[in-house]
């Protein structure tokens, strides 16, 4: 305990330098849709079609001008479950957004609605837009099921709809939900696309070649039940979520990736290389759980959610529901305290985040949505609500153990971290070399705290 207490205290010394420099780009106190005109909007309101009270914004993504957001149907009233703002439109910090692809899309009425609940939409670099859609409505109230969930593909040049790939029955279970989708896109013609089942913990793989799908089975995927506990901004609750964050890398030598991969109740990190994933015979069968790794523990308190890697500088960023933060790990380095760093907590403007997207201009967005108060309790409509934060990546690693950096690091706080004898092995390369009169001095105070443990 001492030990671990010692260690964490460290890895505090370490995040302690991050800038905190992400900036809210977007706020709203509640969600709003552009309607043809402002009387179709007041009958929405009236015939109960839009309560804005129970819109919630749940994922993001960023294409061309473009942000994307999903609005999942957690309750009724929501009247378009997928919708985009313009980014060239600064005419307003809450702007009301519009349906995707269309308002026909969403209707409800319709005997087969095009979409009823995604969750996740991704954004490929064919130009494509990938749109992973539950098809359950109400989960917070009266739970409808439209159908088997879907993958969706648009093509963002004109919006069509590309491909409507209905999961098979066997590859759903009871209490399956499908949250979250990563795009292996390197190949625009044989691109795979990875969904995550939290409900009933599993990975769905979908062949855009083959136009067909594979569940895979492993017990990474399941929930740990020693991190359920949740305790948000006063709200304490507990979940059993299994699978959730996904990420992809840029493809390996072999031309296959790796993914990473946790689910929401666990602290553990693992991975698993695309080429087992990719080959439906391979995958589906038992014989692939030695390939699956587990990349170790961030510490306690460290559910995450969301994840996603910057092709560009191999930075893994991971949204840290219980701590209000976002942090990152460079991959090229071993999974350790030390290679990872916080890079934004606040415990106003990051309640929750939700989703965390790069876009291809290096910009790293970050959605908060105080989901917890949202399910458990009420939001205030007369404060904010949600927010979507930016910086370039850059900026939001810098003075953090996910910079690439070039200086060493003085060998006292090497030797410090013999003397502390904790698991945390500083690299040569990891500090910032103007900071490390400072960093020196936090990580002296916590020596000093932690011999008063
Ligand atoms: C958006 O603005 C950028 C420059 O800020 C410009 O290059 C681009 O053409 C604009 N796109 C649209 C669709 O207006
Ligand atoms: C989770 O919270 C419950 C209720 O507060 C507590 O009894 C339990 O010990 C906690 N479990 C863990 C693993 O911390
Ligand atoms: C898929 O895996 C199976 C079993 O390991 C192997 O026999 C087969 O050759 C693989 N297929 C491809 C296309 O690599
Ligand atoms: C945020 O809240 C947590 C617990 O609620 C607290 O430990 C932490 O010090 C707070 N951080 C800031 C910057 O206020
Ligand atoms: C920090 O380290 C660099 C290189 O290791 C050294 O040149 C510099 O003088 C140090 N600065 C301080 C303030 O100790």
Redesign the pocket.
């Known amino acids: 305990m001492l030990r671990f207490r010692l260690g964490l205290l460290l890895l505090w010394a370490v995040s302690a330098l991050a800038n905190d420099n992400l900036r809210v780009a977007y706020e709203w106190r509640e969600m709003d849709f552009k309607y043809a005109s402002p009387d179709q909007r007041w009958s929405a309101i009236e015939r109960g079609e839009f309560k804005p009270a129970n819109v919630i914004p749940f994922g993001l993504e960023v294409a061309g001008h473009r942000l994307f957001v999903t609005l999942p149907r957690w309750r009724d009233g929501v009247p378009a479950s997928l919708a985009y703002l313009d980014l060239n439109d600064t005419s307003s910090k809450g702007p009301a957004l519009k349906p995707f692809p269309s308002w026909q899309a969403h209707n409800l009425q319709e005997a087969e609605p095009e979409l009823v609940s995604p969750f996740r939409v991704r954004a490929d670099r064919c130009g494509r837009l990938w749109v992973l859609d539950s098809r359950i409505s109400g989960v917070l109230e009266q739970t409808k099921i439209y159908g088997a969930a879907q993958l969706l593909v648009y093509d963002l040049h004109n919006d069509d709809l590309l491909r409507r790939h209905v999961l098979p029955a066997a590859q759903l279970k009871q209490g399956s939900l499908l949250a979250n989708l990563a795009v292996e896109d390197s190949d625009c013609e044989n691109t795979f696309a990875y969904a995550a089942d939290l409900g009933s913990p599993g990975l769905v793989v979908y062949s855009w070649k083959d136009q067909e799908s594979w569940r895979v089975q492993h017990h990474f995927f399941h929930p740990d039940p020693m991190a359920g506990n949740f305790s948000i901004n006063g709200i304490e609750f507990q979940w059993d979520d299994g699978l959730y964050g996904l990420a992809l890398s840029k493809p390996l030598e072999t031309g296959y990736s790796t993914l990473y991969f946790h689910p929401l109740c666990s602290t553990t990190e693992f991975s698993v290389d695309t080429a087992i994933l990719r080959?439906k015979?391979?995958a589906t069968?038992p014989m692939i759980y030695r390939e699956f790794k587990v990349l170790g523990s961030r510490g306690p308190n460290t559910q995450a959610g969301a994840e996603f890697l910057d092709p560009d500088t191999g930075v893994l960023f991971y949204a840290l529901p219980n701590l209000n933060e976002v942090a990152c790990w460079r991959t090229a380095t071993d999974f350790s305290h030390s290679s990872q760093s916080r890079i934004y907590m606040n415990n106003e403007t990051l309640v929750f985040p939700s989703d965390i997207k790069v876009d291809d201009q290096k910009r790293l967005w970050v959605l908060s949505n105080q989901l917890p108060i949202f399910i458990y309790d009420e939001l205030y409509p007369g404060s904010i609500n949600f927010r979507i934060l930016t910086a370039s990546v850059k900026e939001a690693i810098e003075n953090t153990a996910c910079e690439i950096r070039t200086s060493p690091l003085p060998d006292v706080i090497n030797k410090l971290g013999d003397i502390l004898n904790t698991n945390i092995k500083v690299r040569a390369n990891s500090a910032p070399s103007l900071r490390n009169l400072s960093s020196l001095m936090v990580v002296g105070l916590c020596l000093l705290m932690g011999f008063r443990i």
Do not use: I, M
């Open positions: 080959n015979t391979l069968s």
